[in-house]
């Protein structure tokens, strides 16, 4: 994870935020852009929302990350499946690079998120079990996946906080209880903020 994305996840609350574009003052919820090629997230007011709120705003220079969060019913992945695929670890999130079409793994660890590569073939394989994998939008949102708890369609920044939280509460080599007990919170409001689809579908209607 960049400096700037870390920033992003442990910035201070009391810290006055603003836009990062035109430096407007911005409430504590707010929405972002990715800034391409750098792939940095930005701050954004509701008015630079607007503007980049289409693929050909700003020559694709800024994506503006979604707000759709899907919970995929069914799409738990079992152990074999694990065992293919994904890196040795419980939580992991799937972004596709709009620059080269390939899928990219990344997964929490004490000094932020790890990238490692995947599979193209497992990654087409996932896609032809679970077709909705298919409307995943490139780069501002991700498969992300936890052995536990289950699996969900989410923007990019709900990986990187998360990716965050843990890093800053990270202990010894697994992460520790605090770590297993912020997952579990995560995830249940998670759910609370998702829409519910069927893995084997392909809805794309928005949270």
Do not use: K
């Amino acid at each position: 994870m960049s400096g700037r994305l870390r920033e992003l996840a442990t910035r201070p609350r009391e810290r006055a935020q603003r836009c990062e574009l035109c430096a407007e003052p911005l409430p504590d919820a707010h929405r972002h852009l990715l800034e391409l090629p750098a792939r940095e997230l930005r701050c954004a007011c509701r008015a630079c929302q607007l503007l980049f709120d289409h693929g050909a705003a700003g020559g694709g220079h800024y994506r503006l990350v979604p707000e759709r969060r899907l919970r995929l019913s069914g799409a738990r992945l079992d152990e074999e499946t694990w065992a293919g695929p994904w890196a040795p670890v419980r939580t992991v999130f799937v972004i596709v690079d709009s620059t080269t079409g390939l899928p990219v793994q990344h997964y929490p660890s004490p000094a932020g998120a790890v990238r490692a590569p995947l599979d193209r073939p497992a990654w087409d394989r996932l896609r032809e079990a679970y077709p909705v994998l298919g409307g995943l939008e490139p780069d501002v949102e991700a498969l992300l996946s936890d052995r536990d708890h289950g699996a969900w369609i989410v923007p990019v920044d709900d990986c990187y906080a998360l990716v965050g939280a843990l890093r800053s509460r990270w202990r010894g080599l697994t992460g520790g209880q605090e770590v297993r007990r912020h997952l579990t919170q995560f995830f249940t409001d998670l759910d609370g903020r998702s829409a519910g689809a069927p893995a084997t579908g392909n809805d794309r209607s928005p949270a």
